[in-house]
């Protein structure tokens, strides 16, 4: 009975979080619709709610703000918004935050996340996974004196919260892993192996 019980656990515990993920993402998405005219949303037209409309909705605007970003005029465009944002106080400290983190995310030739790598945490007889976001510059690298390397230790089972450290470039092994194999590993607590594994006989 006990086996059957855990078996059901195992089976349901994925599905029922994927279905969560799901319904939060497209829930959330859906709320775009309230950028339309109440004349033009799904209740009006139809009569009925239609769940999903909204994600197309994100990215018929995702799609139209990039059509619109990769033209002449469109930079322009942004480059006069983004001169009107910088002359509001918090605005400003808040969108040049977000900005920069975004841009190196998601540039293709950032480094950011881009290698994994074991360091010494949170002692120096035990490794913890981490990802490469960059290397230290400026004040704080002329006082570090040697090189090193920015790093960002996700917390498991939520990867989404996690430390980040600089540390000696010469205290880091990288590793040859993709950083989507790192994640189900570090998600897994270590139970989902990482490419090169050998299973314990």
């Known amino acids: 009975?006990?086996?059957?019980?855990?078996?059901?656990i195992v089976v349901l515990i994925p599905l029922v979080i994927t279905v969560w993920v799901l319904r939060l993402i497209v829930d959330t998405l859906d709320q775009t619709l309230f950028?339309?005219?109440?004349?033009?949303?799904?209740?009006?037209?139809?009569?009925?709610?239609?769940?999903?409309?909204?994600?197309?909705?994100?990215?018929?605007?995702?799609?139209?703000?990039?059509?619109?970003?990769a033209n002449l005029l469109g930079r322009r465009l942004l480059q006069l918004g983004e001169e009107f944002v910088a002359r509001i106080p918090i605005v400003n400290s808040i969108y040049t935050g977000v900005k920069q983190v975004s841009d190196t995310?998601?540039?293709?030739?950032?480094?950011?996340?881009?290698?994994?790598?074991?360091?010494?945490?949170?002692?120096?007889?035990?490794?913890?996974?981490?990802?490469?976001?960059?290397?230290?510059?400026?004040?704080?690298?002329?006082?570090?004196?040697?090189p090193h390397v920015s790093v960002y230790i996700p917390t498991t089972p939520n990867?989404?919260?996690?430390?980040?450290?600089m540390v000696p470039r010469s205290d880091v092994i990288e590793l040859d892993i993709s950083v989507e194999d790192a994640l189900k590993h570090i998600i897994s607590m270590g139970v989902v192996a990482t490419p090169g594994d050998k299973p314990l006989s």
């Open 159 to 165: 990867p989404t919260s996690g430390f980040f450290l």
């Open 105 to 146: 995310l998601f540039s293709g030739s950032g480094q950011a996340f881009r290698k994994v790598l074991l360091i010494r945490y949170p002692h120096g007889n035990s490794w913890a996974m981490a990802f490469q976001t960059g290397t230290p510059g400026g004040e704080v690298a002329n006082k570090l004196g040697e």
């Open 35 to 69: 950028l339309l005219p109440a004349s033009l949303r799904p209740e009006a037209l139809f009569g009925i709610h239609i769940p999903g409309l909204g994600v197309v909705v994100a990215l018929l605007i995702v799609m139209a703000t990039g059509v619109v970003a």
């Open 1 to 8: 009975m006990k086996r059957y019980f855990l078996t059901g």
